[in-house]
């Protein structure tokens, strides 16, 4: 109980100082994202806590208007959706920066397994259903190992598809493995590491595979988290079958 309230009073303070420092950077990115085509700036992408609960996640417009309507979930880097300022704000993450605000409000964590949308949610084994044995973050071991998720799926006919196929089973891998070892230690590591990467991802991804190492991870995950090799499609946790649904 007392780690659980530290690290609710941690994710209170820190958004909160993040929001106040940040806000001019995000300010300038809402008015440039208005001012192309004068529709809000702000994104709200319903994801899910648990199996039966959503909650709306806040995100900066990066794409247009209606664009879950002219494609899928899944976002290559090269997706004709991303506005001109939408690929900046992607580059520099503040998409995401700016769900501290969710953090304030007691939606997410700093830490934890990124908020799935219903319909991922839905193809969950129930191995992965253990994702929700805690609350969904901004950041984890995940968004640095796959902060290049739109590189990956580039130029495919299908991305929902290969990201359930390559990215899914290792990004949930990764979760369960976070829910197994969360301590408020490890979240400062991760926190840190994530804005390491911003600047030297390869310097964050050789921590990555030092934490997974020293925390007893299996090889396979170290080996994937140091991402020198071309990812082929795998099983998601609980299952022998590969992903065939999108």
Request: hydrophobic share 45%.
């Amino acid at each position: 109980m007392i780690a659980f309230l530290m690290k609710q009073i941690f994710d209170f303070v820190v958004a909160v100082g993040g929001l106040i420092v940040l806000s001019p950077v995000l300010i300038l990115a809402m008015v440039l994202i208005w001012v192309q085509d004068f529709n809000s700036p702000l994104y709200l992408a319903p994801r899910m806590v648990n199996k039966n609960q959503k909650f709306n996640m806040v995100k900066l417009r990066s794409m247009v208007i209606n664009a879950e309507q002219l494609g899928g979930t899944s976002t290559a880097s090269t997706d004709k959706r991303i506005t001109w300022i939408g690929s900046i704000i992607r580059k520099f993450k503040l998409d995401e920066v700016i769900q501290l605000w969710n953090v304030v409000v007691g939606d997410i964590s700093l830490v934890g397994p990124r908020p799935q949308t219903q319909f991922g949610a839905s193809l969950y084994t129930n191995e992965e259903n253990r994702l929700f044995d805690v609350r969904p973050g901004i950041t984890d071991f995940s968004s640095i190992v796959f902060s290049d998720e739109g590189e990956i799926i580039k130029g495919v006919s299908n991305p929902d598809l290969k990201y359930n196929q390559l990215i899914r089973p290792w990004k949930s891998r990764l979760g369960i493995f976070y829910v197994e070892k969360q301590t408020f230690i490890l979240d400062l590591k991760l926190i840190l590491l994530t804005l390491v990467a911003i600047f030297n991802r390869s310097l964050a991804l050789k921590g990555i595979q030092r934490i997974l190492k020293n925390l007893g991870a299996e090889d396979s995950l170290i080996s994937v988290a140091s991402r020198q090799f071309t990812l082929k499609p795998t099983p998601p946790p609980g299952s022998k079958e590969i992903e065939c649904r999108y």
